[in-house]
């Protein structure tokens, strides 16, 4: 009985490595942030589509990780004060 243990384990050790390697294929905030810089205009004010992109980010109230590390960037570029980070349900 025992012996079956290990073998259980292994079968689920593969699914788990394909979820990571899922994340992992994911954008980072920080290459999202530089592909929108190289999409705007060069007449573009910057200040204001970064303010635009965290209105709509605001709106959509998207709770991850990665989309609040991209919130605060586009505040950087927008010269505003990043709000706090939120931090499981609190």
Known sequence: MTNSVPHLILEVRPALEEVDQAKSE?????DVLAQWLLALPPEADV????????AMIDRKDVQHPDVEVLRTL????????????????L
Not at 26 to 30: A, F, G, H, K, S
Not at 74 to 89: D, I, S
């Open 26 to 30: 994911l954008p980072r905030p920080e």
């Open 47 to 54: 200040e204001s589509a970064a303010r635009a992109q965290i």
């Open 74 to 89: 586009l505040c950087a570029m927008a010269g505003e004060q990043a709000r706090p980070v939120r931090q499981g349900n």
